[in-house]
């Protein structure tokens, strides 16, 4: 059974950082992108960034409103990925959860997979 | 960056009557080279992370209902719910993966009549 766990989440002044983790397990993961997803509280999901294998060189792609200051890694020895914020703003207030993105199976069908997410509270 | 638009943002449905969600997409999400529409549709109930149940467009995720379809190609899409059931009430986004940003729609919520 694959899963995802994300931790790390907590309450950071205006300004601070925090480094969130999500944890795989069950997942191939060195061949699986990571992304991060956030949602604020009774909002839409907005897309954060993206990881992507060591086959595609761990390419990072972010979205509009946290590029240069958010930055994703992953430790492929632990099967964890990182979610590293710095210069938080309140507006970054939001559950955070990693997915797996589409993952395509043996069968030629697709499916993917999420964590639970962890709140991540800037006041 | 593509920009996805849902409508409409609310419905509120009959039970066992049919629901259609459109989602359109501000460019192309077909990738000729496979004749793929990369585009997916999630099912998000309160306090729950997003459940995929379409994806490529017009694939059913394992295990979800029939009574879901996808449909639609380069920039027009739809979701349809053929008979609603009291289990369906939730938000429905659509999201593009065709190129990063891999943005998502602002959700249609979805609520009995």
């Known amino acids: 059974e694959v899963q995802l766990v994300e931790s790390g989440g907590g309450v950071v002044q205006p300004g601070g950082s925090l480094k969130l983790s999500c944890a795989a397990s069950g997942l191939t993961f060195r061949g699986s992108g990571i992304h991060w997803v956030r949602q604020a509280s009774g909002k839409g999901l907005e897309w954060v960034g993206r990881?992507?294998?060591?086959?595609?060189?761990?390419?990072?792609e972010y979205g509009a409103s946290v590029k240069g200051r958010f930055t994703i890694s992953r430790d492929d020895s632990t099967y964890t990925a990182y979610l590293e914020m710095t210069s938080l703003k309140a507006e970054d207030t939001a559950v955070y959860y990693c997915t797996s993105g589409l993952v395509y199976l043996d069968s030629g069908s697709a499916t993917d997979y999420w964590g639970q997410g962890t709140l991540v509270t800037v006041s | 960056d593509i920009v996805m638009t849902q409508s409409p943002d609310s419905l509120a449905v009959s039970l066992g009557e049919r629901v259609t969600i459109n989602c359109k997409s501000s460019q192309s999400v077909l990738y000729t080279s496979n004749n793929k529409n990369y585009l997916v549709w999630y099912q998000q109930k309160s306090g729950q992370p997003p459940k995929l149940v379409i994806y490529w467009a017009s694939a059913r995720e394992f295990g979800v209902p029939d009574r879901f379809s996808g449909s639609g190609s380069g920039t027009d899409f739809t979701l349809t719910i053929s008979s609603l059931q009291a289990e369906d009430v939730a938000i429905y986004y659509c999201?593009?993966?065709?190129?990063?940003?891999?943005?998502f729609g602002q959700g249609t919520r979805l609520e009995i009549k």
């Open positions: 999201q593009q993966y065709y190129s990063p940003p891999f943005t």
């Open positions: 990881i992507r294998s060591k086959a595609n060189s761990y390419a990072t």
